[in-house]
């Protein structure tokens, strides 16, 4: 389900006629579309451009989990360099993919889809909360609506909260037209009762259902959205408050990650205040596109908010990184007042994702520091495989001094330790190498992991180190996303040790150094600890044997370069290409 706190697209009056008037033209028309003089994109048919939208905000007096509160004195606009209206109110990508499915099959099949409304068999809408709702609580004012429900203020009558003030998130059971639809309120229920402990997560109280709604239980915040404070502060951030917001973001977002939950709705309206003091703490709301992420899974939907979303979920694969993509979305704008991809249309929005890069050189960019410039370049790279996990951010060395950061479990070293056990012994010896050209500040994130493994009096590690780091950071969200699962991948490790040296190696990211401009120094050195410590003479078959290539593929096409032929050793070409190991693109481009 999406966000709550959404509100109907309302016409800009102070945006430019000509980007009102002017919209690109496409023969076909949405019909069924909320806005009909609005024409489909012929770039991304599936997704309807939503018109300009109004730029006014007023002062919150109140703001809820998943509410946005109206005031007579609204705030006067304030005119930014860029256009910097608030973001779409997530018209999600998803239900419009859901409904063009449905149509595209009733053409090719004649009837109705299953997961249709007019199927004819009734929905199972039965959650199995409990149904003592109005008994338990005694509601207040609506204090905010959006696409999917309405959010309104409310207390306890009895127990030991009464007279507790929280937020109740309503959704009308006639919303849910379809099984997926119940599914995901089911989800959202599951992810919200399971996910709790962290200090910027919105607490989840309970939840209910009668006939006609579902009602989720929540804290209270009353300070507003970021996006209001964002909006008072004329749009940008000095770096030392961008980095005390930016703390917590990357916080609460590195702890989901780590549960094996990837939120995919970050922005700045799904983050509040607890309370409208100075120093109050940020928490994230709105966990209605949340889903659990396995490993070696990938989601396939594409859900979120036009502004925010990652190359990869228009490429509809992805998994936590999509989320990092947008905590750096909303690090450009706190440092400097605009998005970093913008037009006129959400289709438009979605091509400068895909393909546009980020402008770092209009003000206020060559007055901020170098540090928060490769920050903000480390979080929005296209690739997710390049770009910086939420942990490892808060290791940058832009961020990780500001008020004695500590940096969490990453959910990262355990994918990349199962990628290093499973490799060949040849490529174990070429990261290795790698790994002794990494400089203080890339030691900095991996000594960090380190110790939070707790390593043994003689600075090793061993299976039970990372079972008990899991262990001390685990949620009930953990087991169903079966994030323990990674475990089994380092079985090895109980009949051995892991030194912190053979550590860096197994949780270093060769992708992420690529992407560092000092990449081609990293390779030729490492190159050259190889030649001397791990290069040894190997034939194009023992080789094919190692990186567990098959008889079917031509191992000659694919590996010839990759051996010197003058002494039979790893060239420099097949070095790095190792460092990265084998996959079916090798293969395919080498056929």
Same mark, same amino acid.
């Given at each position: 389900?999406?966000?709550?706190?959404?509100?109907?697209?309302?016409?800009?009056?102070?945006?430019?006629?000509?980007?009102?008037?002017?919209?690109?033209?496409?023969?076909?028309? $949405?019909? +069924? !579309?909320?806005?009909?003089?609005?024409?489909?994109?012929?770039?991304?048919?599936?997704?309807?451009?939503?018109?300009?939208?109004?730029?006014?905000?007023?002062?919150?007096? @109140?703001?809820?989990?998943?509410?946005?509160?109206? $005031?007579?004195?609204?705030?006067?606009?304030?005119?930014?360099?860029?256009?910097?209206?608030?973001?779409?109110?997530?018209?999600?990508?998803?239900?419009?993919?859901?409904?063009?499915?449905?149509?595209?099959?009733? +053409?090719?099949? @004649?009837?109705?889809?299953?997961?249709?409304?007019?199927?004819?068999?009734?929905?199972?809408?039965?959650?199995?909360?409990?149904?003592?709702?109005?008994?338990?609580?005694?509601?207040?004012?609506?204090?905010?609506?959006?696409?999917?429900?309405?959010?309104?203020?409310?207390?306890?009558?009895?127990?030991?909260? +009464?007279?507790?003030?929280?937020?109740?998130?309503?959704?009308?059971?006639?919303?849910?037209?379809?099984?997926?639809?119940?599914?995901?309120?089911?989800?959202?229920?599951?992810?919200?009762?399971?996910? @709790?402990?962290?200090?910027? *997560?919105?607490?989840?109280?309970? !939840?209910?259902?009668?006939?006609?709604?579902?009602?989720?239980?929540?804290? *209270?915040?009353?300070?507003?959205?970021?996006?209001?404070?964002?909006?008072?502060?004329?749009?940008?951030?000095?770096?030392?408050?961008?980095?005390?917001?930016?703390?917590?973001?990357?916080?609460?977002?590195?702890?989901?990650?780590?549960?094996?939950?990837?939120?995919?709705?970050?922005?700045?309206? $799904?983050?509040?205040?607890?309370?409208?003091?100075?120093?109050?703490?940020?928490?994230?709301?709105?966990? @209605?596109?949340?889903?659990?992420?396995?490993?070696?899974?990938?989601?396939?939907?594409?859900?979120? !908010?036009?502004?925010?979303?990652?190359?990869?979920?228009?490429?509809? !694969?992805?998994?936590?990184?999509?989320?990092?993509?947008?905590?750096?979305?909303?690090?450009?704008?706190?440092?400097?007042?605009?998005?970093?991809?913008?037009?006129?249309?959400?289709?438009?929005?979605?091509?400068?994702?895909?393909?546009?890069?980020?402008?770092?050189?209009?003000?206020? /960019?060559?007055?901020?520091?170098?540090?928060?410039?490769?920050?903000?370049?480390?979080?929005?790279?296209?690739?997710?495989?390049?770009?910086?996990?939420?942990?490892?951010?808060?290791?940058?060395?832009?961020?990780?001094?500001?008020?004695?950061?500590?940096?969490? *479990?990453?959910?990262?070293?355990?994918?990349?330790?199962?990628?290093?056990?499973?490799?060949?012994?040849?490529?174990?010896?070429?990261?290795?190498?790698?790994?002794?050209?990494?400089?203080?500040?890339?030691?900095?994130?991996?000594?960090?992991?380190?110790?939070?493994?707790?390593?043994?009096?003689?600075?090793?590690?061993?299976?039970?180190?990372?079972?008990?780091?899991?262990?001390?950071?685990?949620?009930?969200?953990?087991?169903?996303?079966?994030?323990?699962?990674?475990?089994?991948?380092?079985?090895?490790?109980?009949?051995?040790?892991?030194?912190?040296?053979?550590?860096?190696?197994?949780?270093?990211?060769?992708?992420?150094?690529?992407?560092?401009?000092? /990449?081609?120094?990293?390779?030729?050195?490492?190159?050259?600890?190889?030649?001397?410590?791990?290069?040894?003479?190997?034939?194009?078959?023992?080789?094919?044997?190692?990186?567990?290539?098959?008889?079917?593929?031509?191992?000659?096409?694919?590996?010839?370069?990759?051996?010197?032929?003058?002494?039979?050793?790893?060239?420099?070409?097949?070095?790095?290409? *190792?460092?990265?190991?084998?996959?079916?693109?090798?293969?395919?481009?080498?056929?």
């Amino acid at each position: 389900m999406g966000s709550c706190t959404s509100k109907p697209p309302k016409p800009n009056p102070y945006a430019p006629q000509e980007e009102l008037q002017n919209q690109p033209e496409n023969d076909q028309s $949405n019909s +069924k !579309s909320p806005f009909p003089n609005i024409k489909l994109s012929p770039f991304f048919p599936f997704y309807t451009p939503s018109p300009a939208h109004l730029f006014k905000k007023s002062p919150s007096t @109140g703001s809820t989990p998943g509410h946005r509160n109206s $005031n007579a004195n609204s705030t006067p606009m304030r005119i930014f360099k860029k256009p910097f209206p608030p973001p779409s109110p997530a018209k999600h990508i998803r239900a419009v993919l859901r409904r063009r499915g449905q149509k595209n099959k009733m +053409k090719k099949t @004649g009837s109705i889809p299953e997961d249709s409304e007019d199927d004819g068999v009734e929905l199972d809408k039965r959650f199995g909360f409990s149904k003592e709702f109005s008994s338990r609580l005694e509601v207040s004012d609506e204090v905010g609506r959006g696409h999917f429900g309405y959010t309104c203020s409310a207390k306890f009558k009895k127990g030991d909260k +009464k007279g507790q003030q929280v937020a109740v998130k309503v959704i009308p059971k006639s919303k849910m037209t379809t099984a997926i639809a119940v599914e995901d309120v089911r989800r959202e229920v599951k992810i919200l009762r399971t996910l @709790g402990g962290h200090g910027n *997560l919105v607490q989840f109280y309970d !939840s209910f259902e009668d006939v006609d709604n579902v009602y989720i239980v929540m804290e *209270l915040c009353e300070g507003g959205e970021l996006l209001d404070k964002i909006l008072s502060r004329g749009g940008k951030y000095p770096e030392d408050d961008a980095k005390s917001v930016l703390v917590q973001i990357l916080n609460v977002v590195s702890f989901c990650h780590l549960q094996g939950v990837v939120h995919r709705d970050l922005k700045p309206e $799904n983050f509040l205040y607890t309370s409208k003091e100075e120093n109050s703490q940020l928490k994230v709301i709105d966990f @209605g596109l949340s889903d659990f992420v396995r490993p070696d899974e990938r989601l396939n939907d594409i859900v979120g !908010s036009a502004y925010y979303v990652a190359p990869e979920v228009l490429h509809r !694969s992805y998994t936590t990184e999509a989320d990092v993509w947008s905590v750096g979305v909303i690090a450009y704008i706190l440092l400097c007042g605009s998005r970093p991809f913008w037009a006129r249309t959400e289709s438009g929005i979605f091509r400068a994702v895909l393909k546009a890069d980020p402008n770092f050189e209009e003000a206020p /960019w060559p007055s901020l520091s170098p540090e928060a410039k490769d920050f903000v370049k480390r979080l929005l790279n296209k690739d997710p495989r390049k770009r910086m996990s939420a942990a490892q951010a808060l290791s940058h060395p832009w961020i990780r001094n500001h008020n004695d950061v500590k940096v969490p *479990l990453d959910i990262l070293v355990f994918r990349l330790l199962k990628t290093y056990m499973r490799s060949s012994s040849l490529r174990k010896a070429a990261i290795r190498a790698l790994s002794k050209t990494l400089t203080a500040d890339e030691l900095c994130y991996l000594k960090a992991q380190f110790a939070i493994l707790e390593p043994n009096k003689n600075g090793t590690v061993t299976l039970e180190n990372f079972k008990m780091a899991l262990m001390k950071n685990s949620t009930d969200a953990m087991k169903d996303s079966r994030v323990p699962d990674y475990l089994s991948s380092l079985n090895a490790l109980q009949y051995r040790r892991m030194d912190f040296d053979e550590f860096c190696a197994a949780a270093l990211s060769v992708h992420q150094l690529e992407a560092l401009d000092g /990449w081609e120094e990293y390779a030729n050195r490492a190159y050259d600890i190889f030649e001397k410590e791990g290069n040894r003479a190997i034939v194009i078959e023992e080789l094919a044997s190692e990186l567990g290539l098959g008889p079917a593929i031509p191992v000659h096409a694919v590996l010839n370069d990759w051996i010197r032929h003058t002494d039979g050793k790893l060239s420099f070409l097949g070095f790095v290409k *190792l460092l990265h190991g084998i996959s079916s693109r090798t293969v395919a481009k080498a056929q």
